[in-house]
Protein backbone atom coordinates (compact mmCIF):
# COMPACT_ATOMS: atom_id res chain seq x y z
CA UNK A 1 0.00 0.00 0.00
CA UNK A 2 1.30 3.33 -0.88
CA UNK A 3 1.73 6.34 0.78
CA UNK A 4 -1.17 7.71 -0.20
CA UNK A 5 -3.52 5.21 0.20
CA UNK A 6 -2.51 5.24 3.84
CA UNK A 7 -3.12 8.68 4.05
CA UNK A 8 -6.52 8.36 2.66
CA UNK A 9 -7.49 5.49 5.39
CA UNK A 10 -5.52 7.42 8.07
CA UNK A 11 -8.45 10.28 7.09
CA UNK A 12 -11.42 7.86 7.19
CA UNK A 13 -10.22 6.75 10.71
CA UNK A 14 -11.19 10.13 11.84
CA UNK A 15 -14.19 9.81 10.16
CA UNK A 16 -15.27 6.93 12.15
CA UNK A 17 -18.39 6.65 14.27
CA UNK A 18 -16.68 6.38 17.46
CA UNK A 19 -18.70 8.75 19.66
CA UNK A 20 -20.96 11.91 18.62
CA UNK A 21 -20.17 15.45 20.19
CA UNK A 22 -23.87 15.56 20.88
CA UNK A 23 -26.00 15.27 23.98
CA UNK A 24 -26.70 11.67 24.20
CA UNK A 25 -29.69 11.18 22.36
CA UNK A 26 -30.15 7.92 20.56
CA UNK A 27 -31.67 10.42 17.34
CA UNK A 28 -28.61 12.43 17.23
CA UNK A 29 -26.37 9.44 17.12
CA UNK A 30 -28.20 8.01 14.42
CA UNK A 31 -27.88 10.87 12.46
CA UNK A 32 -24.29 11.00 13.38
CA UNK A 33 -23.63 7.73 11.82
CA UNK A 34 -25.36 8.22 9.05
CA UNK A 35 -23.81 11.21 7.57
CA UNK A 36 -20.09 9.63 8.75
CA UNK A 37 -21.04 6.46 6.43
CA UNK A 38 -23.00 8.74 4.07
CA UNK A 39 -19.61 11.20 3.65
CA UNK A 40 -16.99 8.11 3.30
CA UNK A 41 -19.14 6.32 0.75
CA UNK A 42 -19.33 9.69 -1.16
CA UNK A 43 -15.23 9.41 -0.80
CA UNK A 44 -14.65 6.66 -1.82
CA UNK A 45 -16.68 6.93 -4.75
CA UNK A 46 -15.54 10.17 -5.70
CA UNK A 47 -11.75 8.35 -5.26
CA UNK A 48 -12.72 5.11 -7.53
CA UNK A 49 -13.46 7.78 -10.04
CA UNK A 50 -10.92 10.59 -9.64
CA UNK A 51 -8.20 7.68 -10.34
CA UNK A 52 -9.61 5.57 -12.66
CA UNK A 53 -6.71 5.55 -15.59
CA UNK A 54 -4.36 7.41 -13.49
CA UNK A 55 -0.98 6.43 -12.58
CA UNK A 56 0.94 7.32 -9.89
CA UNK A 57 0.58 9.60 -6.39
CA UNK A 58 -2.88 11.21 -6.16
CA UNK A 59 -4.52 13.80 -3.10
CA UNK A 60 -7.86 15.58 -2.81
CA UNK A 61 -9.61 16.24 0.33
CA UNK A 62 -12.83 14.20 0.50
CA UNK A 63 -13.93 15.82 3.63
CA UNK A 64 -13.42 19.46 2.49
CA UNK A 65 -15.94 18.40 -0.67
CA UNK A 66 -18.60 17.17 1.60
CA UNK A 67 -18.03 20.20 3.72
CA UNK A 68 -19.16 22.45 1.14
CA UNK A 69 -21.60 20.66 -0.07
CA UNK A 70 -23.29 20.16 3.66
CA UNK A 71 -22.93 24.34 4.33
CA UNK A 72 -24.82 24.61 0.71
CA UNK A 73 -27.47 22.07 1.24
CA UNK A 74 -28.51 23.96 4.49
CA UNK A 75 -30.32 26.60 2.29
CA UNK A 76 -30.96 24.55 -1.04
CA UNK A 77 -34.11 23.98 -1.78
CA UNK A 78 -36.21 21.58 -4.44
CA UNK A 79 -34.28 19.74 -7.15
CA UNK A 80 -31.03 21.37 -5.67
CA UNK A 81 -31.08 20.02 -2.32
CA UNK A 82 -32.49 16.77 -3.84
CA UNK A 83 -29.38 15.97 -5.73
CA UNK A 84 -26.95 17.50 -3.09
CA UNK A 85 -28.82 14.94 -0.86
CA UNK A 86 -28.26 12.63 -3.31
CA UNK A 87 -24.43 13.32 -3.58
CA UNK A 88 -23.92 13.34 0.31
CA UNK A 89 -25.85 10.03 1.03
CA UNK A 90 -27.95 11.73 3.03
CA UNK A 91 -31.52 11.66 1.19
CA UNK A 92 -33.29 10.58 4.36
CA UNK A 93 -31.98 13.40 6.92
CA UNK A 94 -33.19 16.98 7.50
CA UNK A 95 -30.56 19.64 5.80
CA UNK A 96 -30.41 21.31 9.01
CA UNK A 97 -29.57 18.26 10.58
CA UNK A 98 -27.25 17.66 8.38
CA UNK A 99 -25.58 20.72 9.17
CA UNK A 100 -25.57 19.95 12.63
CA UNK A 101 -23.56 16.79 12.55
CA UNK A 102 -20.74 18.03 10.35
CA UNK A 103 -20.49 20.48 13.12
CA UNK A 104 -20.00 18.13 15.14
CA UNK A 105 -17.99 16.59 12.80
CA UNK A 106 -15.74 19.47 12.51
CA UNK A 107 -15.22 19.91 16.01
CA UNK A 108 -14.27 16.21 16.74
CA UNK A 109 -11.32 16.79 13.86
CA UNK A 110 -10.44 19.79 15.24
CA UNK A 111 -9.52 18.78 19.27
CA UNK A 112 -7.21 16.09 17.58
CA UNK A 113 -5.10 19.50 17.83
CA UNK A 114 -1.97 19.46 20.20
CA UNK A 115 -1.98 15.14 20.07
CA UNK A 116 1.14 15.15 17.50
CA UNK A 117 -1.51 16.49 14.68
CA UNK A 118 -2.29 20.12 13.16
CA UNK A 119 -5.58 20.18 12.01
CA UNK A 120 -6.45 23.34 9.46
CA UNK A 121 -10.04 23.64 8.21
CA UNK A 122 -11.16 26.66 6.23
CA UNK A 123 -14.37 26.46 4.16
CA UNK A 124 -16.19 29.65 2.94
CA UNK A 125 -19.09 30.33 1.15
CA UNK A 126 -19.35 33.33 -1.28
CA UNK A 127 -22.60 34.26 -2.45
CA UNK A 128 -23.32 36.75 -5.90
CA UNK A 129 -24.23 39.89 -5.51
CA UNK A 130 -27.63 40.02 -6.10
CA UNK A 131 -28.55 36.45 -5.51
CA UNK A 132 -30.06 35.39 -2.17
Known sequence: MNSIHRMLW???FFMLPLHTTY???KSQQVVM???IRG???MA???YRKLV???TGNFFFSPYSVS???AMAYTGARGKTASEMAKVLRVRRLRALDVYKA???LQQRLMSRNGKGVRVLIANQLWSQKGQR
Open 102 to 104: FGS
Open 52 to 54: RGK
Open 44 to 46: LSM
Open 33 to 35: KQV
Open 23 to 25: ADK
Open 39 to 41: NQA
Open 10 to 12: VGF
Open 67 to 69: MSL
